[in-house]
């Protein structure tokens, strides 16, 4: 294989400026680069020319780009077609899982969410038909502000080889890696080189209950059955959906915030990450100081305190509406009436079904009908989320004048206030609208009350009802898409989470 090294300086695709190599290993190196279109830090992926394995790369480069999940390191530029291939993506933000179990384990709670939304995230790759099959803690970026980033899915298994003749199992057992080792500080096998290893029974790892003191039971099931320790009457987890449902499940809930004045938009970080290749590539680079390299270390657990209060909204939205019936209503007495005087109050409404509602044409001639299939993961409490198919301007591309999702509550239902994270993206117009029919056409959505609205909306947004009004649909209806994530000319919106509060 002859040798390819850039130089700091040197300019690809005549935009990407190379300034500090990261990283080096088998032919193939990674850069801290400038886009000097948009200036703003990226990763660059280089190869040496040769490199046997170029194709499998960029394919699965190519394949990662096509996911939508914020959570997934972006991939913004795939070039092979030049004498000097290459691969652009986000730029790295956030300490890494090794980062932060540098100083030992995490707290059980926190650390049981960065794992669940890994798994979610993980879980939304396979159905799109891509594995990471690299999960360590390297692979794994969390922010003070509860940002989570994934890294190198697909890519790093393509640049080192690997593959597996199961993949979800295979990510699923890297899956319960994680969740072992942010429980523990311990990782559950002998081939992490800066995690001390867990100690074996047996041949296999230790529960995480039996080598530290604190771990909740469930979570010490969990992670038991993600790793196949064969100690528990449950069958192993065989997928990251699995973990993650069961993940969700035994989060303790974070208490919902309390509902806003209408329209008004709370604030959350909207920090992007990139490529981090992980310690074995790390290490190569000349510039690293011993074994380890440099590496930011936390302040102190007050850190984690701070993560812990700030953690993910939609993992927490989604434990707590598993965790949680309706609530009851209150009774009080009059003094001296000897009557009894009831007070229904708002209660968490949980829908029983979902499905895309685009209602301005037939289904025989729109059979797509706005990603139905996505639109599960908002009654299975999968922080994937739901999204609107794409389309070349915020009009719709003037095929329509709107569409949406529709909620069916199983009943009639009385909705007092909708709290609803949509995509980070600034631009989209939604109207909330209740009806008493799911029937896809414009005559169905027309004849339905538009209850709340919102302009140029992004992120958890609370929609509180001034004029109540009783069905048992409610339809979230955009009639403006926002900017598709790293996708120039292409519009989409994204629902992640919705929570509804009224009485039944």
């Known amino acids: 294989m002859s040798t390819f090294i850039s130089e700091p ?14 990283a080096a290993a088998g032919g193939w190196s990674a850069w801290k680069a400038i886009d000097e279109i948009l200036a ?19 394919t699965a480069a190519r394949a990662a780009s096509r996911l939508t999940d914020t959570r997934l390191t972006q991939v913004f530029d795939v070039e092979d077609g030049w004498d000097q291939p290459y691969i652009v993506l986000e730029w790295p933000v956030g ?31 396979h159905a799109a038909g891509l594995a990471h099959l690299c999960l360590q803690p390297e692979a794994v970026r969390w922010t003070a502000g509860g940002e989570l980033k994934i890294t190198g ?25 994680l969740l072992y080792a ?26 995480p209950r039996q080598v530290r003191a604190g ?44 509902a806003t004045v209408h329209g008004r938009r709370e604030e959350r970080s909207t920090q992007r990450y990139g490529y981090d290749p992980g310690p074995a590539a790390r290490r190569p680079a000349a510039a690293q100081d011993g074994p380890r390299g440099p590496r930011r270390r936390r302040a102190g657990r007050m850190t984690l305190a701070a993560i812990v209060a700030v953690a993910v ?72 989320g739901w999204t609107t198919e794409w389309y070349d301007s915020p009009q719709f591309g003037g095929y329509k004048s709107g569409s949406g999702l529709i909620l069916d509550m199983g009943k009639p239902v009385t909705i007092t206030s909708v709290l609803i994270t949509f995509g980070s993206a600034p631009g989209a117009n939604v109207e909330l609208k209740v009806g008493d029919s799911s029937v896809r056409s ?43 994530a790293h996708s120039r000319g292409k519009y989409q919106a994204e629902v992640l989470t919705i929570i509804i509060r009224g009485t039944a």
């Open 9 to 22: 300086g040197t300019r690809l695709g005549g935009r990407y400026r190379l300034e500090d190599r990261l």
């Open 153 to 177: 899915l697909g890519i790093d298994a393509a640049l080192a080889g690997i593959s597996a003749e199961d993949p979800e199992l295979a990510d699923t057992r890297g899956l319960g890696c």
């Open 313 to 384: 909204v939609g993992v927490a939205i989604a434990a707590f509406t598993l965790r949680h019936s309706p609530g009851s209503a209150k009774t009080g007495q009059h003094g001296g009436s000897g009557h009894t005087h009831v007070t229904v109050q708002a209660q968490v409404l949980a829908p029983v079904a979902a499905q895309g509602f685009d209602a301005l044409r037939t289904p025989a001639e729109d059979p797509s009908d706005e990603n139905s299939s996505l639109a599960a993961n908002l009654i299975d409490h999968n922080p994937a």
């Open 442 to 484: 414009a005559a169905n959505e027309q004849s339905m009350a538009t209850i709340a609205s919102g302009t140029d909306v992004s992120g958890p947004t609370t929609f509180t009802i001034a004029k109540p009004v009783t069905g048992r649909y409610l339809v979230i209806w955009f009639t403006q898409l926002p900017p598709m």
């Open 40 to 58: 703003r830090p990226v990763s660059v992926i280089t190869f040496a020319t040769g490199f046997p394995r170029l194709q499998q790369v960029m």
């Open 182 to 207: 942010v429980l523990t500080g311990l990782w559950p096998g002998a081939d992490h080189p800066d995690l001390p290893p867990a100690p074996m029974t047996d041949g296999q790892p230790r529960r």
């Open 95 to 125: 300490d890494t899982l090794a980062d932060l179990l540098a100083e030992g384990p995490l707290d059980p709670s926190t650390g049981a969410r960065i794992v669940a939304g890994t798994a979610a995230a993980i879980s939304g790759a």
């Open 215 to 258: 771990v909740p039971g469930s979570l010490d099931e969990i992670t038991s059955r993600a790793l196949d320790l064969g100690r528990g009457d449950e069958q192993p987890f065989s997928s990251p959906r699995e973990l993650a449902q069961a993940l969700a499940a035994a989060i303790p809930p974070v208490p919902i915030p309390p």
